[in-house]
């Protein structure tokens, strides 16, 4: 199976009968006929979902489907790279629209190319907007990149510069002789140029079509005279004048598809494929379109787009649905709203079966460890980037070293991405995808140890001072996370695993500064101080961070004869979500792992215990190791640790003179949670529980 072809949960749309083929009527590949499900009146489908959710991937996934079987093009919003000393009658809308063509314009599969003359003589008409006598040279320039437009007309004259020349000559002309604001004027002589020069005589009727622009009364040259002085303007004028642009690629498109029986039969729809069109710019191609659309008239149009943000204010009215839910029907009833015309697919993350057939794709031998694909998933959530990225690491690694893998030895590896470029670092290429924009990523690695708010504006306080002229590093970061719609809560600042794990990975390891890890110190005994001397469970947790556990072993024994149980249980468990401070590259068995076994003593004992306090202090030193270790994710399950779990909860359950029954409990399903790879229930047992 081709490598595009690897869907990983994407079935709903890419299946012979998953949504693509019903909104374009055609199969993926195969170009099969396949039923539309909406008629002539299909929805704006937009694609939802957070940074590494796999949206930029599944729109590439579609244009590899469909490339060769219809028009299609596929833009990112985010990417219009604005031309060398443009002139103003260049915007990203002008750009785009001139791109969309150019992609949209080959020859497919039974069919003749898609001519844009209408769209070439808007953007003809606007190009020039501003040129004075001085401005010549990039007149020019400006000129010249309509030349791919052109093309799609007539690709020799087009191409050719002959028709700059004389377009340049009219307009040098028309300035010396004229008083008057020069947009219409010019816009007019550059409009009669490439109707001279570059039109035939079939496509000089096009200019008709901008008869229906405001003031025009059905001349078109009077359209094309206003269009640019609109354009100009700025505006509200200018957003009239745009969306008439974008009905002009629409309108091209539409000819092509109705036009004379001689240009053949055309199958299907034209796909139009937006990423990142949470954006102005994929609003202002997109509202355009669905106005049209509202008002009863339609086009031949498939758009597809995607959306970091689920709760944009060009989805308020969108029918919503989760990408399972759409694989055999996308209802999308149309209301008096514009925006009733999108179809919202929230993108779920990956199963973990998907997640297993990842990691099998990339290890056909499954030299990895049997559990090292679901630790992957509960580190990543299923987000399909950190899978995808993963998965090729462990294939990376060579197959002697592959079983002794976890996630957190993923992160340190390189990976390499393509053959033509040198291996990348795993934890480094992940974080700069996954970061949202804004954010530096050595004060997110600072803020990612804090649990809350208002440590990690200590943190801000008093490690970043000075990195931010703007206000509080911290509160900047929270609100730029919820715009990205990371999660919150859960006892971290940071609270999803794998962005948290990648900032935490470069705050230990970023300065290359073992053994010190400098960074990573100073962070946490800043957290550490910030706690006060009382031994809070957030203190405790801090001395788990940098290495030192008798602390909180001692506590937890102090603390243990106490008659609230579960509290005590919940001590233990945030105290042991602390953050490990690993080794990067180490091989071998974790350290943790022979402390809870009881192999290792785990450091000499306090002075002053009689044998029964010796006998509680070394179980729970083995109870607080197995904790931390199980519950880590970057580290892999264990079943003899797990049994160990058990066994010390047991002996405590006997220890206790009121509360055995919450340790039985927490001895019963506390090995259930984590074989069923979620957090430690308190109430034992209790759904959510914690």
Wanted: charged share 25%; net charge neutral; proline share 8%.
């Amino acid at each position: 199976m081709a490598v595009d072809r690897e869907l990983y949960g994407r079935e709903a749309v890419l299946d012979e009968h998953g949504l693509a083929a019903r909104l374009t009527g055609l199969t993926p590949y195969g170009f099969a006929p396949a039923g539309y499900e909406h008629g002539d009146d299909p929805p704006v489908t937009v694609f939802t979902g957070g940074r590494g959710m796999g949206k930029t991937a599944l729109l590439k996934q579609v244009r590899n489907a469909y490339r060769g079987g219809t028009p299609l093009a596929l833009l990112d919003c985010a990417h219009i790279e604005p031309p060398l000393d443009h002139g103003p009658g260049w915007n990203p809308l002008t750009g785009a629209l001139a791109e969309l063509a150019v992609q949209l314009s080959p020859r497919v599969l039974s069919a003749r190319p898609v001519e844009f003359p209408r769209l070439a003589l808007g953007l003809a008409a606007v190009a020039v907007t501003g040129w004075t006598q001085e401005d010549d040279d990039r007149a020019r320039r400006d000129l010249q990149r309509l030349g791919p437009v052109l093309a799609t007309v007539d690709e020799a004259k087009g191409a050719a510069g002959t028709w700059v020349s004389k377009v340049l000559a009219k307009l040098a002309a028309t300035a010396a002789e004229s008083t008057a604001p020069l947009a219409g004027l010019l816009a007019e002589a550059t409009v009669e140029t490439v109707l001279e020069e570059v039109f035939g005589r079939y496509q000089r009727k096009s200019k008709a079509w901008y008869g229906a622009y405001r003031n025009a009364g059905g001349r078109g040259e009077l359209g094309l005279h206003q269009l640019a002085v609109d354009f100009e303007q700025g505006g509200r004028r200018r957003e009239e004048a745009e969306g008439f642009l974008v009905g002009a690629l629409v309108e091209d498109v539409r000819r092509a598809y109705v036009g004379l029986t001689r240009r053949g039969t055309r199958r299907g729809r034209p796909v139009v494929l937006l990423d990142n069109a949470h954006l102005a710019l994929g609003r202002r191609l997109v509202e355009p379109i669905l106005r049209e659309r509202s008002a009863g008239r339609r086009d031949r149009f498939v758009i597809m787009a995607a959306s970091r943000d689920g709760g944009h204010e060009g989805l308020r009215r969108a029918t919503r649905a989760r990408l399972p839910e759409v694989a055999h029907r996308a209802p999308c009833p149309r209301g008096e709203d514009i925006t009733s015309g999108i179809l919202a697919v929230g993108l779920t993350p990956l199963s973990a079966a998907d997640t297993r057939a990842v990691f099998d794709r990339f290890d056909p031998a499954g030299r990895t460890p049997a559990d090292l694909s679901r630790a992957v998933h509960r580190l990543t959530g299923g987000r399909p980037l950190g899978v995808a990225l993963l998965g090729r690491a462990a294939g990376g690694v060579p197959a002697a070293d592959r079983a002794a893998l976890t996630p957190g030895a993923l992160l340190d590896v390189t990976v390499e991405l393509r053959e033509d470029t040198a291996p990348v670092p795993v934890a480094g290429t992940l974080l700069a995808e996954l970061l949202p924009p804004g954010l530096r990523p050595d004060v997110a690695a600072v803020l990612a140890a804090a649990h809350d708010e208002e440590s990690a504006r200590v943190l801000a306080r008093t490690r970043l001072r000075g990195a931010s002229v703007e206000g509080d590093v911290a509160l900047m970061m929270r609100d730029a996370l919820r715009a990205d719609g990371w999660p919150e809560g859960d006892g971290h600042f940071v609270a999803d695993p794998l962005l948290r794990a990648l900032l935490l990975h470069r705050l230990r390891f970023h300065d290359a500064d073992p053994p010190a890890h400098a960074a990573w110190r100073a962070v946490h005994e800043t957290l550490h101080q910030h706690y006060g001397p009382a031994p809070t469970p957030y203190r405790l947790r801090q001395e788990l961070a940098l290495g030192r556990t008798e602390q909180a072993v001692t506590e937890l024994r102090l603390a243990f004869p106490g008659p609230d149980v579960l509290g005590w249980l919940d001590r233990l468990r945030v105290i042991a979500s602390a953050p490990y401070p690993r080794e990067q590259h180490r091989t071998g068995p974790d350290p943790r792992r022979a402390v809870a076994l009881g192999e290792d003593p785990g450091g000499p004992l306090p002075d002053g215990l009689d044998a029964d306090a010796t006998a509680l202090h070394l179980g729970l030193r083995r109870l607080l190791h197995a904790v931390w270790l199980l519950t880590d994710p970057l580290a892999l399950p264990d079943d003899d640790v797990v049994d160990k779990l058990v066994h010390e909860l047991r002996q405590l359950s006997g220890r206790h003179l009121t509360g055995t029954s919450p340790l039985w409990d927490a001895a019963t399903h506390w090995p259930r949670d984590v074989r069923a790879w979620r957090g430690l229930t308190v109430p034992p047992g209790r759904e959510n529980g914690g």
